[in-house]
């Protein structure tokens, strides 16, 4: 399964002699898009050689990985189960109602129970009470993820320079930079508020996969917008500016801010001349609707 890329024209790239492609991991699959299937691929690939019938993630109440699990489930023949942090919410937001209706039944932690989710022995009772699941982190990201997401840099039909994708958990980023084994430039966005814990948390998801480790890559940690799921007027407009310019639907939490973020970097003249630079949509459309109903902000 490919992902088109799609180049934009713009008067600041011409200004800056920089060619932007945006590759379309949204278009991969209408609920299991961008970063969560390739995270996805070879974890359900590994479920059934295993034999097993139920899939057991974490996640937020607006979680992209909630909703792609449960479509792959769906999909997929598995039984689903989120467990959910915080307390229940009804009526059920967009993405839990659209979990459920591909038969997820989900479960809620308080914050105390979530920050446990990790523990062995909080695991194993995890594991018991629901039938021995094959379990899933919070984000989809393991060693099997960051295989999937090798892949988004094999099917890449135009030469480039820098290749640039927005980082939540580390995961789509250890894969590209893994899948590039030390060509071109990788820069990463994070959403989230200080960079550094993410610095160390992809290069040991790196060594986890292959043993390795990469000096090509960077974090941009400038355009997080106050935190995950932050947003700030200016990015609004960015994303609105930018989808009627260029026909392609942003989010505010992910690509959106990897795509301001671009943007200034070009306009103070970051890449130099000449620069092909490669811009990874990685989905996450679910979340607008949410977006919108939690914030009254239309994206």
Known sequence: ???????????????????????????????????????????LQEAKHLQKDTLL?????????????????????????????GEEHLPLNPTLHFATSCGMELRYLNREQYRHKQDPAFSKRLS????????????????????????????????????????????????????????????????LKGGAFLQEETAQLIISYNGKQYNN???????????????????????????????????PVYTGKMLFGLYDLIRRGYFPPNSNVIAVHTGGLQGNAGFKERLGVEV
Request: glycine fraction near 12%; charged fraction near 20%.
């Open 128 to 191: 018991a009470q629901f039938g021995e699941p094959y379990m899933l982190p919070e984000g989809g990201t393991n060693s099997l993820a960051v295989k999937g997401c090798t892949e988004i840099v094999t099917d890449v039909a135009v030469d480039y320079d820098y290749i640039c994708c927005a980082s939540g958990t580390g995961g789509t980023l250890a894969g590209i930079v893994a899948g590039l084994d030390g060509e071109k430039q990788v820069l990463g966005f994070p959403a």
């Open 217 to 251: 890559w960077q974090l941009i940690t400038d355009y997080h917008f106050g935190g995950y799921a932050k947003v700030k007027p200016e990015l609004l407009e960015f994303m609105q500016q930018f989808q009627k310019q260029h026909g392609i639907p942003l989010e």
């Open 57 to 85: 993630t974490f996640g937020g109440a607006y979680s992209n990985h909630i909703a792609a699990t449960a479509a792959a489930g769906k999909e997929f023949g598995f039984k689903t189960v989120g467990l959910i942090r």
């Open 1 to 43: 399964m490919e992902a088109p890329l799609q180049r934009i024209q713009d008067t600041l790239l011409q200004e800056h002699s920089v060619t932007l492609w945006i590759k379309r991991e949204d278009l991969l699959h209408p609920h299991i898009s961008g970063n969560k299937w390739r995270k996805l691929k070879y974890n």
